[in-house]
Structure formats: structure tokens, C-alpha cells
């Protein structure tokens, strides 16, 4: 902001015409990078679009039962199909976990050494090609496998977003920014919800997986082909000077850093060799980075908050529409869950991301926040699966989830402000590693043994809701621990706003050349 402020104290010495050139190409720089979120919110929506689709009645099915007269039904999706009982059912929803547990770090890492929008583009092929895998599965085992490969596809993805949307983001916006991005959360599970009702109902549960991998195969070409855009805080080892990204540099470094998609290195590197360090070397560097992540307690407090959240919600995606259908016999599940969630999901993380900007963004305000909405939401959710009247339970689940994912822009701007710039994608990896290992990775499969063993939708659900109150305990702690914004720590790859103003958009096809003669 102090950058702004000063640049345009600087151009206002200069004639008014140079003045509306800096204005209008920092507007259109603004407008481009919001472009670039908006590509990133496509993708987002896509990944859970696809758990919410796994999830649906028409995709998911039901299994194979018979009545005392000994009729049976074939069941439906792919629980009827492969004859799954409930904890295979869960393992299914979790099994891409695994994948982008182990592949979340490694990516993180390689983003030091490799274009992180290579990185992208890969994992992106990968996705597209599991999820083809998925529709052509033969039994429980073939589609766990390819489930392990989706999350090996969303792990490039998932640790590499959000510091790009955190750099380019406007200073007064960034929380409302990140909670744009995950507002694709709520709004992709319930879109997946619907459309693999519909899908799965008219076509088939294979058609539904066919289909979100032609839609996804466009933004794999593009993240393998685009213009290469570098984080905040990395240089590539060996140089000395600052590698920028085509959105901070000037347009000769950025054709520089941009060519074969690599980091370059810098000429004086004679033999080729300097700057390449040793696998050795980069493991060392990983754990010592590591080691340093998990030494920052507000990261620790956060981080543990959000996998008591995660849990809940891991839950409530997959097995949301089944409680429902059981609970209060609703007639289309997957739509009614769909709606809800849609709504509740958009206008709470907007107004989650809005708000903190309002109280101004910092990490104290972010876990009143988190601490304030969580709470709030896990008794306006604990109170609707009490109520046995659907009309009662739809407006209170609906304001309960409205509150609780009001938290998505906050927590994840503590993990991306916690810790210097050079640490955010791992800092992003460690935190999708822990939220979902210790989260919604195990709640899935335990609430279906939970289910099996009690056989009473409403008790397991009011079980499941109550660890909200938890995390709320948890981020009301982080209110009282000292607290830094290290954002601006690594000084010697700082950008300024005023660079970042002038500098060429990444996503601009064409650009020209004005030269200002004295």
C-alpha cells in the first residue's frame, strides 16, 4: 500500500498523459490477473465437483439388499455394481487422499526447480487420465487405484494456487480473493451433488467421470503450454538475482525466465553445474524447511483447527445425501444437499473473506473469525438434525453451513501469512497433507463403521457435529499466541507494488511496445 502511495507521488511530477498510461495499465493488469483467478476457480470447481459427483445417489448407487421373503435388488451405482458394503464405500471416497497426500510435498518442493505452471499442467494430465480410469473401473480395486491417481493430479494443484492468488491479489483484497477461490469448495461438491444425479440417472455413473475429464483436459494443455508465471520468494539455486514471474518482470526477464517452462539459471554458471545441488542437498533443505513449518505455532494452531473442521466436513460431503434420504426420506437427496450446500457455500465464503478484509486482514482478526463462525455454525447444524420436521432442519442446516464455511478465506490466509514467502506452497502441501490424513480420510470410513454398528443416521450425525465445537476451541486459542505477518520476510526477492503495477499480465495474448521519448 506505502508502494502505491509513493508511485503515485512519483508520477505525479510527470505529465498528466504518462500519469493515464500508468492508471489505465494498471487497471488492465488488475482485470487480467483477475482473469487468472478466474482460470485457477474453473479448476478448483472441477476437482470438487468430481467428490461431490462420487458422493451422489445416482453415481455412488446403493447397495445390494434383500427382503426376509428372499427378494433381492441389484443396487444401483457403483455400490450395486461391485456389491460394496458401507467402509468400502467410504474407502472410495477417501482412496484419492492417499495420492495427494504423498504427492503434495513433492510438488511443493520440485516448484523451487521447476515452473510451478508445468507442474500444474501435469498433474492436471494425470487427474484427466484417472478420472477416464474411473469410468472404465471393473471391481473396488481398479477404481481405488485410479481414485489414488486423481489425488495425485489435484495434489500440482492444491499446494500452488493459492500463493499464486495470494501474490497477485490487490492489498486490501486478498482475503476476499482466496475466499472467491474457495467458495469452489461448497459450490463444486454440491454442482457434483446435481449433476451426478442427473448423470448418473439418464446416462450412467461412467458417463458422469467421461465427462469431467473432457472438461478438464483444456486447462491440462494450458497449464503445460501457458506463459510461465514464478512465486513470490523463489529463486533458482545458484543464481543471484531474484527470478520473477512474466507478471513482476520487465518483459526481457520475462522472456528470459519463460523459455522450455524451466527456471533459468544464470550464464556465469560456466560448467553447468553450479546451482544444481544434490539430492542430498534438496532433501536436506525439505525436512530443514519442514522442521522450520512446524516450529511456527500459529501454523500448528491453525493446522489443527482446520483438520477438526475438515473431519466434519469430509463427512457431511460424502454421506450428506444418504442422512438426508434416510433421515427425513427426502424424494432427490443429491439435489435438495446440492441446493444447500450451493448457497450456503458461495454467500458464507464471500462474506467470510469479505469480512476479514473489513476488520482489516490480519491473523489475530482471522481466528476471532474462525473461532466466532465455527461455533455458531456447529449450533445452528447440532439443532437441525435434532428437529425430526424437514421444513425445521432445511433453514438451520442451511445457516450452519452458511456460518461454517464463512472460515474457508481465513484459515487459509493464517497458513499463507504465517510463514515467509518461500514456505507458503509447502506451508499450503502440509496443510491439505494433515487436513485430510487426519481429517476427512478417516471420518468417511468411520462414520460408515459408526453407521453399521448403530443403524441411526440422526444419533451418527449429531456425533459427527459435535466435533465442530472442537475446532472452535482450537482457533479461539490462537486469539492469545503473538502473531506476525511474515508476507514481506524474504526481502531479497521482494517485489514492489509499483513493479508489479507497470510489469506485463501473464495472460495478455498480444502486447506492445511504447517508448517515451525525452
Request: net charge neutral.
Amino acid at each position: 500500500m506505502v508502494s502505491s502511495v509513493r508511485v503515485e507521488l512519483i508520477f505525479s511530477l510527470f505529465p498528466s498523459s504518462l500519469w493515464n498510461c500508468y492508471s489505465l495499465l494498471h487497471g488492465r493488469f488488475l482485470f487480467l490477473n483477475f482473469r487468472l483467478l478466474a482460470v485457477f476457480c474453473v479448476i478448483n470447481l472441477l476437482n470438487y465437483v468430481d467428490r461431490g459427483t462420487i458422493a451422489s445417489n445416482g453415481v455412488n448407487g446403493s447397495h445390494r439388499t434383500c427382503t426376509k421373503t428372499g427378494t433381492c435388488s441389484s443396487g444401483s451405482g457403483i455400490q450395486g455394481e461391485f456389491n460394496l458394503n458401507n467402509f468400502q464405500d467410504g474407502v472410495i471416497s477417501s482412496a484419492f487422499m492417499v495420492g495427494l497426500l504423498i504427492a503434495s510435498p513433492i510438488f511443493a518442493s520440485f516448484a523451487k526447480s521447476v515452473n510451478p505452471f508445468r507442474l500444474i499442467g501435469v498433474g492436471l494430465t494425470v487427474w484427466t487420465i484417472a478420472i477416464v480410469g474411473c469410468g472404465f473401473s471393473m471391481n473396488f480395486w481398479f477404481i481405488a487405484t485410479c481414485r489414488m491417481l486423481v489425488g495425485v493430479g489435484e495434489a500440482s494443484f492444491i499446494s500452488l494456487a493459492a500463493p499464486f492468488i495470494d501474490d497477485n491479489a490487490p492489498v486490501a483484497q486478498k482475503t476476499a480473493w482466496l475466499g472467491i477461490f474457495y467458495m469452489c469448495i461448497p459450490t463444486g461438491i454440491a454442482v457434483g451433488y446435481v449433476y451426478g444425479g442427473l448423470v448418473g440417472n439418464h446416462l450412467s455413473w461412467r458417463w458422469a467421470f467421461w465427462i469431467e475429464a473432457l472438461l478438464m483436459l483444456p486447462f491440462a494443455v494450458l497449464g503445460l503450454f501457458m506463459k510461465p508465471l514464478q512465486l513470490k520468494g523463489f529463486s533458482h539455486t545458484g543464481s543471484k538475482t531474484p527470478l520473477t514471474s512474466p507478471l513482476t518482470a520487465s518483459p526481457e526477464e520475462a522472456v528470459s525466465n519463460s523459455s522450455n517452462g524451466l527456471l533459468s539459471t544464470r550464464e556465469d554458471s560456466k560448467d553447468g553445474s553450479k546451482g544444481a545441488p544434490s539430492n542430498l542437498n534438496e532433501l536436506t533443505r525439505f525436512w530443514k524447511d519442514l522442521k522450520m513449518l512446524h516450529l511456527e505455532k500459529i501454523y500448528v494452531i491453525n493446522v489443527l483447527g482446520y483438520i477438526a473442521y475438515n473431519f466434519v466436513i469430509g463427512a457431511y460431503s460424502y454421506w450428506g445425501p444418504k442422512a438426508g434420504y434416510n433421515i427425513y426420506h427426502m424424494e432427490n437427496a443429491d439435489m435438495m444437499f446440492g441446493g444447500v450446500t450451493v448457497i450456503s457455500g458461495i454467500f458464507g465464503t464471500l462474506a467470510g473473506g469479505f469480512i476479514l478484509d473489513q476488520m482489516t486482514s490480519t491473523i489475530s482478526n482471522a481466528f476471532k473469525l474462525l473461532s466466532v463462525a465455527t461455533f455458531l455454525g456447529a449450533i445452528f447444524c447440532f439443532a437441525a438434525f435434532c428437529f425430526k420436521s424437514l421444513y425445521a432442519f432445511i433453514p438451520l442446516f442451511a445457516i450452519g453451513e452458511l456460518l461454517v464455511f464463512a472460515t474457508q478465506g481465513p484459515v487459509n490466509y493464517v497458513c499463507l501469512h504465517c510463514v515467509k514467502p518461500s514456505l507458503r506452497p509447502l506451508s499450503m502441501a502440509m496443510s491439505t497433507v494433515s487436513i485430510h490424513i487426519f481429517g476427512d480420510v478417516p471420518s468417511s470410513p468411520l462414520v460408515g463403521v459408526v453407521q453399521d454398528r448403530i443403524n441411526n443416521w440422526r444419533v451418527t450425525a449429531l456425533m459427527l457435529t459435535s466435533v465442530l465445537f472442537i475446532a472452535s476451541g482450537i482457533w479461539f486459542t490462537g486469539i492469545f499466541v503473538h502473531s506476525v505477518d511474515r508476507f514481506n520476510e524474504d526481502s531479497e526477492h521482494q517485489i514492489s507494488d509499483a513493479e508489479r503495477a507497470k510489469s506485463p499480465p501473464l495472460l495478455e495474448e498480444k502486447t506492445t511496445e511504447v517508448s517515451i521519448e525525452s
